[in-house]
């Protein structure tokens, strides 16, 4: 016998609200009634509460105690400077236990290893263009151009073409070179 669709649904949502009301009793069948938190199951027994005199007693010895440093420095690592009475024999001086590490060196400007050669603008307003010569190819660059990964266009003006190093931020500029005449 064959089923039509609207059959076919009609079985599946008798089946998904069997299964809902059995997931739906069997939820509420596990609490059991109502139970509130302030219910108790007996007589009421108050807590067996401590006498904190003795508590108060030490917390006011210690109130009063007063602080008197010892002469040593809790933020350098190392022991109490002594107090020597009369230096007989020249003291070195002591070396520091933590050496300082050295800074590495300032990193050098990054270098644009390209032919700034000519400046242009397609339409009356739209952005300035560099042109720049890599060996025999031409590459033409817009403010914001990254080039080998690493240097970002940020100024291309007259005469000089301004970039920084990604990186580093590092910032340097080529100025403008006159090709030589063929």
């Known amino acids: 016998m064959a089923q039509t669709k609207q059959q076919k649904e009609m079985i599946a949502l008798v089946a998904l609200v069997v299964v809902g009301a059995l997931v739906w009793f069997s939820y509420f ?7 509130n938190a302030f219910s108790t199951r007996g007589p009421y027994t108050p807590i067996d509460a401590v006498s904190y005199e003795g508590v108060f007693k030490d917390l006011s010895e210690t109130q009063s105690t007063d602080y008197k ?3 040593r420095n809790i933020f350098i690592a190392g022991p109490a400077p002594v107090a020597a009475a009369a230096p007989t024999a020249p003291v070195e ?4 236990i933590f050496d300082q590490p050295q800074k590495p060196p300032e990193p050098p400007p990054p270098q644009l290893n390209m032919k700034f050669f000519g400046i242009g603008t397609l339409p009356a307003s739209g952005p300035r263009r560099a042109f720049l010569l890599d060996g025999e190819e ?14 970002r266009i940020t100024h291309i003006g007259n005469d000089r073409i301004e970039y920084e190093d990604i990186n580093t931020g590092k910032k340097n500029s080529n ?3 006159m090709p030589p005449p063929a």
């Open 29 to 35: 069948a596990k609490r059991g009634g109502s139970v």
């Open 69 to 71: 440093p010892s002469g």
């Open 93 to 96: 001086e002591p070396r520091p």
């Open 138 to 151: 031409v590459r033409i660059v817009t403010e914001g151009d990254t080039l080998r990964n690493t240097i």
């Open 175 to 177: 100025n403008l070179e």
